[in-house]
């Protein structure tokens, strides 16, 4: 999984082309809005992860800009409610801290920041699951409300498969954070850095369609997001949806990227199983 995930900005004839330009965005992300028009095409390599398409990052040319920074910006909103909520469950063991030192009690001190330290730990852990399922729902539904979702958040954030996407995530993470590191050593290398980046976090973005994907239709009992018929992918194609009796199209009939496979543990396989990835990329 973390290594097809890495390879997955590198597939196509004109991989070099598309990490050059994700490179350059970020490059230029001091502007500010580079930095939503790369979130934002962060976000489409999520939408066709969910979609099963793992095969065929999206290439820039082909996006319109102004709705993947648009999208940027809408999911930062996403992220920004988020820190709101840790920022204020943040408050009273500052109020605390705030008190103590103001009043000279040392023992109040103490314990706000102790209660402030615990508080924290737990905020960052939560935020490290919430934040991937809010993102992919986020994706799934085209709505800032839907990074909400209680329901979504709970069924999808408490399943094996996405608490496992988020360990490898985590493992991504670190590995492309030595790499920068490293790069970061010389000034040739520190130029590099933003390339790298790009590729990791396509990566990240990866690893997190696939569990989210796979979580939600072990919960759901189907896919976030229905296939296109093109090897692409649209922006914006909704959710997949289906009447009670209306089938849902060939795509998943035959498809094996959304196989419900299981193992002896009832846990679904088709995004864990990694038999073969190397020769088609998709699950």
């Not at 934002?40 to 065929?56: A, K």
């Not at 009939?253 to 998709?282: E, L, Y």
Request: avoid cysteine; glycine fraction near 14%; charge should be negative.
């Amino acid at each position: 999984m973390i290594e097809d995930a890495l390879r997955y900005q590198t597939q196509g004839d004109d991989w070099v082309k598309r990490v050059a330009l994700g490179g350059v965005v970020l490059f230029f992300g001091f502007l500010i809005v580079p930095l939503f028009t790369f979130q934002g095409y962060m976000l489409e390599v999520m939408r066709r992860v969910l979609r099963g398409e793992t095969d065929t990052p999206p290439a820039w040319d082909e996006l319109d800009l102004t709705d993947i920074t648009v999208d940027g910006i809408r999911h930062t909103v996403v992220v920004m409610g988020y820190g709101l909520l840790l920022t204020l469950a943040l408050a009273v063991p500052g109020l605390l801290v705030i008190g103590g030192g103001l009043g000279g009690s040392e023992g109040l001190l103490l314990v706000g920041f102790l209660v402030a330290a615990l508080l924290y730990l737990i905020g960052v852990l939560a935020m490290a699951v919430i934040l991937p399922v809010a993102t992919g729902n986020f994706v799934r539904a085209d709505s800032i409300v839907a990074g909400f979702d209680r329901d979504v958040l709970w069924s999808v954030g408490t399943s094996r498969t996405m608490l496992m996407a988020v360990v490898m995530a985590f493992g991504v993470n670190i590995l492309i954070s030595v790499g920068a590191t490293v790069l970061g050593f010389t000034i040739i290398g520190y130029l590099a850095v933003p390339f790298l980046a790009f590729v990791g976090q396509s990566a990240i973005m990866y690893v997190w369609g696939r569990g989210f994907a796979d979580a939600y239709e072990e919960e759901y009992g189907e896919p976030p997001l229905a296939p296109t018929t093109g090897t692409g992918g649209t922006h914006r194609s909704g959710p997949a949806t289906t009447g009670v009796d209306e089938p849902t199209g060939d795509s998943y009939a035959d498809d094996s990227s959304w196989s419900s496979d299981t193992d002896d543990d009832g846990f679904g396989t088709s995004a864990w199983d990694d038999v073969g990835d190397s020769d088609s990329g998709q699950r």
